[in-house]
């Protein structure tokens, strides 16, 4: 199974920044005026997903609550300092996540967008299975 994360912005150009530079991601590709859409791909190369970030004409309207939240284990400390630093450099507000345990094993913050994003250490999620 492929998945594909899509969603509308008001600022392609921040949304690329704050992903690529801030996250590490790569832009995989992107598209200009397809059906009125403008948009990128972003994520890792050789991997079954990525985010699609369009825009359009039609401004974005984002509803969501303090608890939906896009959550990045990093595969390594090394990996989760390094995106660490890159938030805390490019100034990006570390917030109190409404959720304890993200508290507890992680940093959240937002994306240019306001959506919460969680980095948290591969440990956590193995200790959470286990």
Do not use: C
């Given at each position: ?54 825009k ?22 090394i ?35 306001g ?10 999620i ?5």
């Open positions: 199974m492929f998945l594909r994360v899509a969603r509308h912005t008001n600022d392609l150009e921040r949304i690329v920044d704050f992903y690529v530079n801030i996250l590490s991601f790569e832009l995989l590709g992107d598209f200009q005026n397809h059906n009125n859409y403008d948009g990128v791909f972003i994520g890792k190369s050789g991997l079954d997903w990525h985010f699609e970030f369009t359009s004409h039609e401004d974005a309207n984002h509803t969501f609550d303090q608890d939906d939240v896009i959550v990045l284990y990093p595969k390594s400390i990996d989760y300092d390094v995106l660490v630093s890159n938030v805390i450099h490019g100034n990006i507000p570390i917030l109190t996540a409404n959720n304890p345990f993200w508290n507890e094993n992680g940093v959240m913050f937002m994306d240019p967008d959506y919460r994003i969680v980095l948290s250490p591969l440990k956590a193995i200790n959470e299975i286990n």
